[in-house]
């Protein structure tokens, strides 16, 4: 078979036709490329907002982590953990003023800055990061300055809260009587409490009622039972709403300090019962050894008598627990120091000197009695608490609390 090909010269329009295409050829490809660089830039931009976002809320969450110490600590944490981050290859630089420390509303999904000094209590931080001409670090773009524009500004936020423990440094966990008192909080890391610097985390909670004379007053919350009331909600100033679980608490170990303790530290002269009870009276001072001193008898201090603490030291108390007199002498002035554990049935601690104590007695009916010029500073759980006293005055120590959250470890909330 032949085939005849036949060819002949574009003349005429056939040739514009051919110009045209080229042309509208070089108009596609220079979309196209528009298209490429817009998109190229486009997804840069949206990797680097992605490694600022998550350079922001790991900010965020390490300043509220550190809220408890203070808003300087909150706000150096935040700084150092985005400068752990990069975005687009350059590590992540937050200045003071781009950490926020103030209060997240769940209610209304709201953040309201707290100025520095301010007496209202902070539970979050709000952080910014940013990449902008107005700090020196524009996002600079690969395509774009074809088109005329060589970097973008990105900026991105974040809000981390904390949250508090559901219940408080005050618990009883059948009910909690406070006479005469007022509530407040403060953080024995920080110094000694003092009156000017006394803050608002006083929280008190319990599975039944909770009553205090019109002469008190709560600076915190103060929590009832799921079907029980507050006496006095107006003289509280945190939240009176009735809890929606029960709080169950882990007994007192009292095996790990009968096998292994420092008994043998404690001066034989002041032992009774066997050596099971320790006694203070007369003019008897006994000071201890920093340790952990198991009694299954219990204690008991009167008349001038008086122990001293020196150290961290752990009391687990059995029997009859009396303290009366001089009473038990924290010298540290750090409740964080005597942790004193309960599994007798009722217990009345006073005496002329301010306590300073962790108390977990989840067994225990427990007086505390204050004198005129003393207080009760710490935190304490007992199965009934009960503050004797015409002027009672108990200052929840808020370090107890950061220590891996250690009331709501031991006093959880269960349907």
């Known amino acids: 078979m032949i085939t005849i090909l036949s060819f002949r010269r574009l003349t005429g329009p056939d040739r514009n036709r051919r110009g045209v295409i080229t042309i509208l050829a070089a108009v596609c490809l220079m979309v ?9 830039d486009l997804g840069y931009l949206v990797v680097v907002e992605s490694e600022l976002q998550n350079a922001a809320d790991s900010a965020a969450a390490s300043g509220a982590r550190a809220l408890p110490h203070g808003r300087s600590a909150a706000i150096a944490a935040a700084k150092t953990w985005a400068a752990k981050n990069t975005a687009g290859g350059t590590a992540v630089v937050v200045e003071n003023q781009d950490v926020e420390v103030g209060v997240w509303d769940d209610a209304t999904a709201t953040f309201t ?18 990449r902008t001409a107005a700090r020196g670090n524009p996002i600079q773009l690969f395509f774009a300055p074809l088109l005329g524009s060589n970097s973008a500004d990105l900026s991105v936020k974040a809000t981390a809260k904390i949250e508090r423990d ?21 953080r024995s890391e920080d110094g000694p409490y003092l009156d000017v610097w006394a803050r608002n985390n006083g929280d008190v909670c319990s599975n039944g009622d909770i009553d ?5 007053f709560v600076h915190g919350d103060a929590r009832p039972g799921i079907s029980d009331s507050v006496s006095h909600p107006a003289k509280v100033s945190g939240s009176v709403e009735p809890l929606d679980k029960v709080i169950q608490c882990d007994p007192v170990d009292t095996a790990g300090p009968a096998a292994s303790n420092d008994n043998h ?3 034989s002269w002041a032992l009774t019962d066997g050596g099971k009870r320790l006694v203070a009276e007369g003019q008897t001072v006994i000071t201890l050894l920093p340790g952990t001193y198991y009694l299954p008898k219990g204690l008991r201090v009167a008349g001038n008598g008086q122990i001293i603490i020196t150290g961290p030291t752990k009391l687990v108390l059995g029997g009859n627990v009396s303290v009366e007199g001089g009473g038990l002498v924290n010298a540290a002035l750090a409740p964080e120091n005597l942790r004193i554990e309960m599994v007798s049935s009722s217990a009345r601690i006073a005496g002329s000197a301010s306590l300073y ?19 009760f500073y710490g935190g304490i759980v007992a199965r009934k608490i009960k503050m004797e006293g015409s002027v009672a005055r108990l200052h929840g120590d808020e370090s107890l609390r950061d220590h891996f959250d250690t009331y709501t470890s031991r006093a959880s909330l269960r349907q």
């Open 32 to 40: 196209v490329i528009a298209f490429l660089t817009f998109s190229v």
């Open 113 to 130: 800055v707290v100025p520095a000094g301010s007496s209202t209590s902070a539970n979050a931080v709000r952080v910014t990061c940013r």
């Open 166 to 186: 559901i219940c408080g440094l005050f618990i009883g966990l059948e009910s909690v009587d406070i006479q005469n008192a007022v509530v407040d909080s403060y």
């Open 212 to 216: 205090f004379s019109p002469n008190g």
């Open 265 to 267: 530290l404690l001066p």
């Open 357 to 375: 104590a962790d108390i977990y007695a989840p067994s225990t009916d427990l007086t505390v009695a204050t004198s005129q010029h003393g207080a």
